[in-house]
């Protein structure tokens, strides 16, 4: 280690690894108001990705090597530091880093401390920012102990449109938190959540629509999924951890215990798509709290996978799982730019995903996922009116009760669609199409009265289809009864599905 007493106000050390006979740490060797870091791997940008915790064991910093510069500011003061940073004091002592997957081959880091103003205009102040956490109250795991869990964003029971996942600068996407939030706002959405790849931001740019955090646990390979609503980060790495983290069955288990045990709402992502396939057959089904069927609709790719991803759907309702499904731009790109040539361009809000909620508030979101209370299109604007045993019901609702209590078990299913004159509409009840309907005007109104009466188990959902078959939207159930569960894991359901892993390529 290099250590030279040379900028004003500060010290600059500099370190140099190229076969680690331990866990990489440097020495700070007094308190500070900032630390400035610049890091190299000597190498081109691809998915490396590492995390600084401080001596106090607290989570300090973390980066994602595709897009966001090799460089950090961590301050006392959360207005000045970088979004992917935990503001607070700089602690003297041994700080560590960790590297997801394994040590890259050579790494160098560069830090300055000091205390008053930061000597170097490299680190632009980004200001008019919502700071999400800072200080020792963020803990050992960056929690949000900033964020507002129930602010207020708008009110009234309606339809809140948004988009359950998307990527920025700070992981591997192309528009900056700034950009996205720009674009959310253009394409007029009420929220949007953030789901970088294993990055989990301490601030966000203010701007109209809601921003609820949450984070892609991404394997590199093994399959990837959403905790939406995550308050804190969850150890998820290779390196030092006994159950192996990301990389194996038992660490995924544990890491999907944890963020439904601090309130996070599960998505497994594009489960069925080749190399991003999710590929751990002993995963219970009973952590798939939601299901991404529709991943990035713009890919060439995505209308036979979704269909895939349907089957499966359709299995796990029939074995009495009330899984919502949901959609997910998967966003990346910037919005004049396509996956392939050819196709249109990748933005955020295309799936929308619709969320029925009292007010627009983080809390009424993520409870409006959890009921299914969903609905996701790519235009078509639905509105519902359910009536059963003289209660009202909404897509994603359990009837089991009303049914019971009415006698002649009859349901009345008043279904509104705007905006989808010349499509169909299809009804598949316990995974069969049992009718299809022509959508004959720009607001087009259905009525379907039947009975449910006797039945054990049965379920309802209904799509929007072009002339073409092409999908434009899906509802969530509407169910009754219970079923005894015959599957428990994610292979089993592959299995019945006739589905082979190896298949996935
Ligand atoms: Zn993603």
Known sequence: MEIEQSPKNGVKAKLRVEAPDSAISFEVERHAEWMRLRFDYGKPRTWRQLVIRDPADRLRFMHFDVVEPRNALLHRNAELTTATAVAGDIIPGRWTIEFLRNFPGEFELEWVIGDGEVLDEAFVRDEDREIWSEGEGAGRNGDLNRYDW????????????????????????????????????????????????????????????????????????????????????????????????????????????????CGAVRTFNHPLAGRFAWRYPESPLRFIDLLEIWNSPTRRSTPGLTEQTMVLWNLLWNDGYRVPGVGGS??????????????????????????????????????????????????????????????????????????????????????????????????IENGVVIDTQPIETDCWVHDQTFSWKGLDYVWRRLEIRDADDKLLCFTNPISSGTKEHELLTWGQLLDKAGIALDSLV
């Not at 361009?345 to 295309?350: A, E, L, N, R, S």
């Not at 029925?356 to 983080?362: E, G, K, Q």
């Open 330 to 427: 998967d966003t990346h790109l910037r919005p004049d730019q396509s996956y392939e040539e050819g196709c249109p361009p990748d933005t955020i809000g295309d799936p929308a995903s619709y969320v029925l909620a009292d007010r627009l508030t983080p809390q009424d979101i993520l409870s409006g996922l959890r009921a299914g209370h969903v609905y996701v299109s790519r235009g078509p604007e639905l509105e519902a009116s359910i009536e059963a045993g003289g209660c009202t019901f909404t897509f994603g609702d359990d009837l089991t009760e009303a049914l019971a209590g009415s006698g002649d078990g009859i349901v009345r299913y008043r279904l509104t669609v705007t905006d989808a004159k010349g499509a169909k509409l299809r009804i």
């Open 150 to 261: 129930n602010v207020c964003k708008g009110t009234g029971r309606r339809w809140y449109r948004g988009d359950l996942h998307g990527h920025t600068t700070l992981s591997d996407g192309s528009l900056s938190p700034r950009e996205m939030t720009r674009q959310a706002e253009a394409r007029e959405l009420d929220f949007f959540f953030v789901t970088e790849h294993n990055v989990f931001p301490s601030s966000w740019p203010k701007g109209k629509p809601l921003v609820i955090p949450g984070m892609e646990f991404t394997s590199f390979g093994k399959g990837d999924w959403n905790a939406l609503g995550l308050p804190g980060w969850i150890d998820c790495w290779g390196t030092g951890l006994q159950d192996g983290g990301m990389h194996t069955q038992e660490g995924q288990n544990r890491m999907m215990e944890e963020a439904a045990a």
